[in-house]
């Protein structure tokens, strides 16, 4: 009994052991080409939509990686220390948490390892998917997200005195707590857009002197509770029928205030003491504490749709 009791505990620990060394290491891409997933680029376009499925996209996010790969994709090089999620090989034999790790090569000197590839990404519930296909082997690699975007919603479709353009859209200017060099780094962070039904677009920046309106007043601003001084941080964007989500990258985003303004007709300003002014927006504000408060859900827990007005 003693000896079988033994067995037991051998026999399991021999399986835990073989679960670890199967799905708890990282593989190591150490070779150019050894088992390609296609043998032309032409053979790897083809088949890509069977490829994204073996990976383990959602279907929504097939359908976006299969219209992105329509055209080229931007070159990159792989590198001996960066990570992939996943890589599809010889036989859609499915590598996870894949490093590059080439062996160096048979010579001194200061020569680097480089796979050259072709890059995509796409976007879809607030995350951003990026997909590589390198030359050398054409085994569609994939980085997953890893929650790292935060998710604003909007709807305007019932807000009344919304101005729609000729293509039903409405513009929405934004201001936030953020300095000019934290804003170039937002704007050039894969996370950074909007997404309405026409698909994912950067914002544009706010010109200084444009025809829509113009900051209030310190007591009006203070009567609707507005900061006194506008926010640096400015840009604007459209929305298709006024529905769209506003997408930021967490950890350069942050917990900042934040003021989201809906360009309307003008409309006279209710404020006691600033009868007769006009306004052209509709606007809602987000304070820090809310966003900190949500920022692991990575979604802001209400849809904005111009509720507060001067």
């Not at 670890?20 to 043998?39: D, I």
């Not at 590059?100 to 995350?127: C, H, L, M, R, T």
């Not at 698909?199 to 609707?224: I, Q």
Request: glycine share 8%; proline share 5%.
């Amino acid at each position: 009994m003693k000896r079988a009791i033994i067995s037991i505990l051998v026999l399991a620990f021999a399986i835990t052991t073989l679960a670890s060394s199967v799905y708890g290491t990282e593989f190591k891409w150490r070779h150019f080409g050894a088992n390609p997933y296609a043998s032309s680029r032409e053979e790897a376009i083809r088949t890509r939509g069977n490829a994204f499925r073996i990976l383990g996209f959602p279907e929504p996010v097939i359908a976006l990686c299969m219209r992105a790969t329509e055209t080229p994709g931007e070159k990159v090089r792989l590198i001996v220390g960066d990570h992939l999620s996943a890589m599809i090989s010889k036989d859609g034999i499915v590598h996870r948490d894949v490093v590059v790790a080439f062996d160096k090569p048979p010579v001194s000197g200061n020569i680097e390892y480089a796979a050259p590839a072709e890059k995509w990404q796409v976007f879809w519930q607030g995350n951003v998917y990026m997909i590589f296909l390198p030359g050398i082997c054409y085994n569609w690699s994939v980085v997953l997200p890893t929650g790292r975007c935060y998710i604003i919603q909007f709807n305007y479709q019932n807000t009344q005195g919304v101005e729609w353009d000729a293509q039903h859209r409405a513009r929405i200017s934004v201001h936030l707590a953020m300095s000019e060099n934290e804003m170039e780094t937002l704007f050039n962070d894969a996370c950074f857009g909007v997404r309405d039904a026409t698909g994912f677009h950067k914002p544009f920046r706010r010109c200084d002197n444009c025809d829509e309106g113009e900051w209030p007043p310190p007591g009006l601003a203070n009567a609707v509770e507005l900061p006194e001084i506008e926010p640096k941080g400015r840009f604007s964007f459209w929305i298709l029928d006024g529905s769209g989500v506003l997408s930021f990258p967490k950890t350069k985003f942050g917990a900042r205030d934040g003021i989201y303004c809906v360009n309307t007709a003008q409309y006279s300003v209710l404020v006691h003491g600033f009868e007769g002014w006009k306004a052209v927006s509709k606007f809602d504000v987000v304070p820090a504490g809310e966003i900190l408060n949500t920022l692991q859900s990575g979604r802001l827990n209400r849809i904005l749709s111009g509720t507060q007005h001067y």
